[in-house]
């Protein structure tokens, strides 16, 4: 590779920085819609694919690439509400990009760092989950989400059943009125698994 | 706000809800021109078929009035009902019902009472009455109240929100022609600030992201541009 042709490589990369920009601003703002409309606050969030974007200390040169792109795979957590005698916890986890899931052959942590392990791009999806537990003390683990989280399986369930998970197509929240379409069909699907009116019309 | 405070609405230890959140946005918006009111009331309403071009000039209004129910056997509060806000205009009479978040909050059973009421004491006034359910709801679709064929039209927060920031940027447009519209683009700011406190965002959705110059399939020539040495 020549210098032009760097150059043309360093041009996408500012390219897909910037779309990252646009995009990831975009996905605060739908999960903050989300919250205020499924009436939960936003508490804390974490990355599930990597470690934290590191912040001071040492060794940090040494860790993954990925540990500085956080939202390739992020759990935003919101508290717990309280319908009649149940308490009920949700997290949205946005997947940005199926890939590595829809990819992988095995669990090794090293081939997330290998994108030869990826699915190809055309045939990945970008998800938003949503995870809620019932009754618990929101433990959620790592266990529950190294189940099969490729773009084939929509639907989880603990073996407790106090945890459920559901994924959608990112692409089906891209506006406020798609949204609350989506947001009413999970309301429904939340009473029937759950037996748990997320949102209730006063009578 | 204001009034909100003056009503003993606004607990400033207990925070913000549905009482601030509604003086925040009407304490302002009746400070704008007659034309700019409807305007923006108008096309928050998504179902707005049946709402009138115009109500005419803006007389008066009360928020949180309270009237009295004690003689009614037909409503179900037996001393009084306060609708949040009673708006006089020079050709209709508004209601506004406000709920804190855009779910299912409202009350179908607190607006037959309102309009029940309303009827009961301006019935015999020459002005039809126009209903609006501010927020607390999920469906836009403009319902039959019920009683007397009044119509509940709705409004969720949100689209006020839009509808707001889209008539500021419009009056913001024309400023060198019409100085006077600065003064109607700080009204207007200041409501926002309001929504905004109380949680309700200018948000970008994904559907106004561009396509970029990367196409998809040029993403798995990323291992192309990695040279083996």
């Not at chain 1, 999960?31 to 001071?56: A, D, H, I, M, W």
């Not at chain 2, 309001?194 to 040029?218: P, T, V």
Request: aromatic content about 12%; glycine content about 4%.
């Amino acid at each position: 590779m020549d210098n032009k042709d760097l150059d043309k490589v360093l041009g996408d990369v500012r390219i897909a920085y910037r779309l990252l920009y646009e995009y990831q601003k975009r996905v605060l703002d739908l999960v903050s819609y989300l919250g205020n409309n499924l009436g939960f606050s936003y508490e804390q969030g974490c990355p599930r694919f990597s470690s934290t974007v590191p912040r001071k200390g040492k060794r940090v040169l040494s860790r993954w690439s990925w540990d500085w792109l956080n939202m390739y795979f992020y759990e935003f957590h919101f508290g717990t509400q309280e319908k009649n005698n149940d308490k009920i916890t949700m997290s949205v986890i946005i997947q940005s990009d199926t890939g590595y899931y829809d990819g992988k052959t095995s669990n090794s942590q090293e081939d997330r760092l290998n994108l030869d392990n990826f699915k190809p791009v055309e045939l990945s999806n970008s998800r938003i989950i949503f995870i809620f537990e019932l009754n618990g003390n929101w433990t959620i683990d790592d266990s529950f989400l190294k189940k099969d989280i490729s773009n084939n399986v929509r639907e989880w369930i603990s073996e407790s059943k106090e945890f459920y998970g559901v994924a959608y197509n990112l692409s089906e929240f891209y506006n406020n009125v798609a949204i609350d379409e989506k947001v009413e069909e999970l309301n429904i699907l939340i009473k029937k698994k759950l037996n748990i009116t997320l949102i209730e019309r006063e009578l | 706000m204001l009034n909100a405070i003056l009503e003993n609405k606004f607990n400033l230890v207990k925070g913000l809800k549905e009482d601030s959140l509604t003086s925040s946005v009407f304490d302002y918006l009746f400070m704008l021109p007659d034309n700019i009111i409807w305007h923006i009331m108008k096309n928050s309403c998504v179902d707005n078929k049946n709402l009138p071009e115009n109500v005419g000039e803006f007389i008066d209004c009360s928020f949180w009035p309270k009237w009295d129910t004690k003689s009614l056997k037909l409503v179900t509060n037996s001393r009084f009902i306060e609708p949040d806000l009673f708006v006089e205009f020079e050709n209709y009479f508004v209601i506004i019902e406000s709920k804190r978040y855009d779910k299912d909050q409202q009350d179908v059973n607190q607006w037959k009472n309102q309009i029940k009421t309303f009827s009961h004491i301006y019935g015999e006034e020459n002005k039809e009455l126009i209903y609006f359910a501010v927020g607390g709801i999920w469906s836009s679709k403009t319902e039959n109240s019920g009683i007397e064929d009044k119509l509940i039209h709705k409004i969720k927060w949100q689209n006020l929100l839009d509808i707001i920031i889209k008539t500021k940027n419009r009056l913001t447009k024309n400023i060198d022609i019409l100085p006077v519209n600065r003064s109607y683009v700080r009204i207007l700011e200041t409501i926002l600030k309001g929504l905004e406190i109380h949680g309700y965002n200018n948000f970008l959705w994904l559907n106004s992201l561009k396509r970029n110059q990367i196409e998809m399939k040029e993403g798995n020539k990323i291992k192309e541009w990695i040279t083996k040495i």
